[in-house]
């Protein structure tokens, strides 16, 4: 693959990240409204005491969403400044991982959240380890290229 080539596919995952960054972060803070909204009324499936869990799971993908929303804009900006040893598979997997722990690691609280059994969150929140997994796998491919190893 040419210099120039190669420069291209990084310029075209970079502008794929921050259209993925902004966009979800708009969406994770217009769930922070809504979160917000909830609690201003008093609304008692967010509120009431029995679903203080249903309330931690939802808070926490709204946090998680909006952090991975700006890891996908760092990612994006480091692409452009990373070192050309920083091969094309190793990019292109970082990419998929950082992709996939923004959509499993909040999706797993909130619908952890959407069903609460006795307290415990429900079935969703096991989407939760392989996202933190993709996240972790992500962040240590990202560090690797970017110190062009």
């Known amino acids: 693959m040419s210099k120039k080539s190669k420069v291209r596919e990084g310029d075209d995952l970079a502008a794929r990240h921050l259209r993925i960054g902004w966009w979800s972060l708009l969406l994770f803070l217009f769930l922070g409204v809504v979160l917000e909204t909830l609690h201003g009324f008093k609304v008692g499936f967010y509120l009431d005491v029995s679903n203080e869990t249903r309330r931690l799971m939802w808070t926490l993908a709204h946090a998680h969403g909006a952090l991975l929303s700006l890891v996908h804009i760092a990612f994006a900006v480091s692409l452009k400044y990373a070192p050309e040893s920083w091969n094309d598979d190793g990019r292109t997997l970082a990419s998929r991982l950082h992709t996939a722990a923004l959509v499993l ?7 952890g959240g959407l069903v609460i059994h006795g307290g415990d ?3 969703g929140i096991l989407l939760v380890p392989p996202g933190g997994i993709a996240l972790f796998a992500a962040v240590f491919l990202t560090a690797r290229g970017v110190s062009g190893r």
């Open 105 to 111: 690691l909040p999706l797993g609280f909130f619908a």
């Open 121 to 123: 969150p429900g079935l």
